[in-house]
């Protein structure tokens, strides 16, 4: 480890199991049953309610009508087009900006530039940008508890400089929540993170862990077969494709990444369900800009023939690629945007380099600086093209 010193922290040694189908959210009052059917996600019963179909497509654009909110639409305003990247590219320079921090899995970037990595056991690290110094900000309080929780994702508010909102997504015994915390770097080494909401959502099947912010600052994540989109208190947006329900999408496998592009698109990265006929692959949510319409995840280009898992998705900015990790083989895998929904070039393709680390456990991306977060500890500074 690079500039600086910890303590050394032994793993949560949760196992976790297979992702459930029935899902339950909500909002942190009232029993669990009544937030999951506040949130649109289950019945009185306590059912697990589909995501609506309507009267299916009636304007035949090929994608499933949804009830528009009430009152006026809220779409935001987004370009139909953005610059395309280049059809290829390279890793220009492989570093080790940290290292030492042992049961990484999560990384997310601060606006200053700086990093946060979570060990799957609860405890934050801020990672210094430029130099790599390597502090301990604290622990999530409700991971930290042990036993059968573990860290699954994290994410820091976007844009924000004081009191920074840090998105943490947790196994909880037989489910999964995300919770908020503060971050403040003016308090002390180890105790800058302070407690806000440890529940905002509750009731999600074991798994998942992908988080990304739209445009509008409303927070997606990865929940089973569904992502969900919420505002960044927990509350569900007015303009959804149901403005009940917290799910945006639907009939996914296995999700382990998400990213928004310039036009509102949403990107997944799927591991598929381990099967021939589900291969992992990269795929675009589509929303209609006239209706709020959203349809289902479309694959762009071929299935990726990947070393292992994926693990994470980043992307680079206007003009700049996606950016797919795996958990083996030393490679990562570029995948450029066309600006209109697909991929420029011949697609996807993997970039391999000596110094990158065997298993990837998370990525971020600013430009052409990727930061990339090696199971072994270490946290990686690519420059790209």
Known sequence: MRGGSRRRRAAGGVLLVALVTALAVGCSVGPASNRAAHMGLTDQNGEATPTPEHDGDSDGDGLIDSPPPDGD??????????????DSGTIEDVSTLAEGIGNACCITQLSNGDLLVGTQDGVIYRVGD????????????????????????????????????????????DESRIG????????????????????????????????AFDHDGNLTASAGTEILRVT?????????????????????????????????RLWVIDAGDGTASSPPALSVVERDAQDGTVGPPMPVGDPL???????????????????????????????????????????????????????????????????LLSSDGRVLRLDVT
Do not use: C, K
């Open 73 to 86: 639409p809220t779409t935001p305003a987004v370009p139909e087009t953005y610059e395309a990247a280049s």
């Open 130 to 173: 430029d130099e790599g110094t390597v502090a301990e900000a604290g622990e999530l309080h409700s991971v930290a508890l042990g036993g059968d929780r573990m860290l699954l994702g994290l994410a820091a508010e976007p844009d924000a400089t004081d009191d920074v909102t840090v998105y943490a997504y947790y196994s909880r015994g």
């Open 180 to 211: 908020t915390y503060v971050y403040d770097e003016d308090d002390s080494e180890g105790d800058q993170l302070t407690p806000s909401d440890e529940s905002m959502i509750e009731d999600l099947p074991i798994g998942g862990g992908a988080l």
């Open 232 to 264: 960044s208190t927990g509350d569900v947006p007015g303009d959804n494709p149901d403005p009940t329900s917290a799910v945006y999408a639907s009939g996914f496998s296995d999700v382990q990444g998400l990213a928004w592009d310039p036009s509102g």
């Open 305 to 371: 023939d990947l070393s292992g898992q994926p693990t994470g998705l980043a992307y680079g900015g206007d003009s700049h690629p996606f950016w797919v990790t795996t958990a083996a083989g030393q490679e990562i895998w570029r995948a450029p945007p066309d600006g209109r929904g697909g991929l420029a070039g011949e697609g996807a393709t993997p970039l391999s380099d000596p110094g990158l680390t065997p298993e990837a456990t998370d990525v971020v991306a600013d430009g052409e600086t990727l930061h």
